[in-house]
């Protein structure tokens, strides 16, 4: 069995936040191409659409290829490809090859997240939910990053030179190639203490169901308040729309830190319990945003906790999935990471719906009641892989 890596697991982390970098670079690219291209809010609308189904909902079918072999050329493929596909929006002047670059851009996204948390899954030794948190996070910075670089870029050259932004990808590209026997994977890919499993039974389907609801859920709570907390505050409260961006990005900030934070106490006191306490915390700590709107300290450290909280369990969960799947970690991992959060995505227009029919504030209050769903689906998950470690 390989011994837990920080230098692999750190290298895969640097790959995981470049193609978050672009994947969250997206949405402050898209009113530079409304504004060029002349688009409506419903093409703008479409091209978040395609964005999200390439780069999220097709994570499983890169999973099963991966599982299928080694697939460790993904990895610098998908890292360039996202940079590719993403950095050149700037260049054409019709709508379909902007889909066509988007396309291209979310494929490369969805290739690199399967295999990546695959490979690290074979240097996270006995700390699994650890080492698979130092992996995770990269993408938690890389989504945080990617709408500031994108901004300096187009700001400081003009939308024109958004190109200059595949920079990181041709880095990390080259950087994978030069160092890929650090992250090679001997006996055809398959982490040793996985490759003798069981094949997954019939109870593991049902509780990777539970887990992927409860992924589900968390997902949609993270990004219902991301989408909708900038809205309720500038125009609902009336407030200042840069403190309306520090509100986000203080809930971003708040899940980088629950990501390594929740890690090493799963890896102590169970993955159950975290999932649990992280789900009915959430469920806690939401209704106090609403009682301290009017303090802005008060409030950006509410939302900093909450992000902390939500975030807690998002390497655990692929842990878990990963455990239930032995032999079929790509799938685990594409299911977690791209189907469950996703899904997510889409339930977010959901309350688009809400916010036009009734109000932002009502949209934003409706999230309450996703954590207690999740808290609720956790109660009745059954994980065998942790009763046979205990």
């Known amino acids: 069995m390989r011994q837990f890596s920080l230098k692999a697991l750190i290298l895969l982390a640097l790959g995981h936040l470049t193609v978050d970098l672009y994947q969250g670079a997206l949405p402050a690219i898209l009113p530079f191409l409304k504004e060029s291209l ?5 093409l703008t609308g479409v091209i978040l659409i395609v964005s999200n189904f390439t780069s999220s909902l097709l994570q499983p079918f890169f999973g099963l290829l991966s599982d299928k072999r080694e697939k460790g050329i993904l990895l610098p493929i998908g890292g360039f490809v996202a940079g590719a596909g993403y950095s050149m929006l700037s260049l054409p002047s019709h709508m379909l ?8 851009g979310g494929l490369g996204v969805s290739a690199y997240h399967p295999e990546g948390f695959k490979t690290a899954a074979f240097f996270t030794g006995e700390r699994p939910a650890t080492g698979m948190s130092i992996f995770s996070v990269g993408g938690n910075l890389g989504f945080a990053l990617g709408p500031i670089l994108a901004m300096l870029v187009i700001t400081r050259l003009g939308f024109s030179s958004l190109p200059v932004f595949v920079v990181p990808s041709l880095v ?10 650090v992250i090679a994977l001997p006996g055809g890919g398959t982490p040793a203490r996985h490759a ?9 389907h049902a509780s990777l169901v539970l887990i992927i609801c409860v992924v589900f859920m968390r997902s949609w709570t993270q990004m219902g308040i991301v989408s909708y907390i900038p809205f309720y505050f500038i125009n609902y409260l009336k407030g200042d729309p840069v403190f309306a961006a520090k509100l986000v990005s203080t809930l971003l900030l708040g899940g980088t830190m629950g990501t390594l934070a929740g890690a090493p106490i799963a890896d102590r006191r169970g993955y159950v319990p975290l999932v649990r306490g992280s789900s009915l915390l959430s469920a806690l700590i939401f209704p106090v945003v609403f009682l301290v709107q009017w303090n802005g300290a008060l409030l950006l450290a509410v939302l900093f906790a909450l992000g902390m909280v939500i975030s807690s369990t998002f390497s655990v969960t692929i842990v878990m999935a990963q455990k239930l799947l032995p032999r079929n970690l790509g799938i685990a991992s594409g299911l977690m990471t791209g189907f469950a959060i996703g899904a997510g ?3 977010v227009t959901l309350l ?16 309450a009641v996703l954590p207690f769903a999740a808290f609720a689906l956790s ?5 065998a892989p942790e009763r046979q470690e205990a």
């Not at 002349?38 to 419903?42: R, S």
């Not at 090859?97 to 291209?104: D, E, F, G, S, T």
């Not at 590209?173 to 160092?179: D, E, F, N």
Request: aromatic share 8%; no cysteine.
């Open 352 to 367: 688009g719906v809400v916010a036009d029919h009734f109000s932002v504030y009502t949209a934003l209050k409706s999230i």
């Open 196 to 204: 003798a499993g069981p094949p997954a039974v019939r109870s593991s």
């Open 379 to 383: 109660m009745i998950l059954r994980y």
């Open 97 to 104: 090859p902007i889909l066509a670059l988007v396309v291209v």
């Open 172 to 181: 990390f590209t080259s950087a994978i190639l030069m160092a890929r026997r």
């Open 345 to 347: 995505g889409i339930g």
């Open 38 to 42: 002349g688009l409506t809010y419903t």
